[in-house]
């Protein structure tokens, strides 16, 4: 996919999320929402995860359906590197999991013993990484938001105004 086209795609996206319907703070909350969960190692169940939240802290769910795609196809294995590196610094484990190079039965058995590891270091690592991430995108977004909302409002009273003096010239 050429760089235009992620461009393209990525400004698309921006204008629909600004579009989403509803107040910049809960808007911009649900992104962050979204954001921190999605450095969580809960690929599969992180839409239905950010949404539940949402739901109960009556926060934007369609934001943080949005916020979680931060891993996505593409960007997961830097996420999950990332994440995994960090919080192995913070457990103080060495860097136990390499990769296998040929698969059997033995192998295997061992990456399952290593995965509440695995997965207690991913996950401390995605909060240390999710939490500045979420407070940087609430930030952004809802200054962003809060922006786009103003500059709609300043057009509508323009037409308005526009329109109030065409009916008074006729």
């Known amino acids: 996919m050429p760089i235009r086209q992620i461009n393209s795609s990525f400004q698309k996206a921006c204008v629909r999320f600004l579009k989403i319907r509803g107040q910049p703070r809960e808007i911009a909350l649900g992104l962050s929402l979204g954001l921190f969960i999605g450095m969580t ?3 599969g169940f992180q839409t239905a995860i950010a949404i539940f939240l949402a739901a109960i802290l009556k926060w934007n769910k369609i934001s943080a359906a949005i916020g979680v795609w931060i891993t996505n196809p593409f960007s997961a294995p830097f996420v999950y590197s990332f994440t995994y590196l960090i919080g192995a610094k913070i457990f103080g484990v060495s860097n ?3 990769p296998p190079t ?3 039965f033995s192998i295997a058995l061992d990456i399952l013993k290593k995965t509440p590891e695995i ?3 991913l996950t401390i690592g995605g909060i240390i ?3 500045p991430i979420a407070v940087i995108g609430y930030y952004l977004s809802y200054s962003s938001l809060l ?3 103003e500059d709609i409002k300043k057009k509508l009273h323009i037409k308005k105004k526009k329109l109030i003096h065409s009916k008074h010239d006729k």
């Open 41 to 43: 190692p809960s690929l």
């Open 96 to 98: 136990s999991f390499n």
């Open 102 to 104: 040929e698969l059997s």
């Open 119 to 121: 997965f207690w270091v």
């Open 129 to 131: 990484i999710g939490l």
């Open 147 to 149: 922006k786009y909302q």
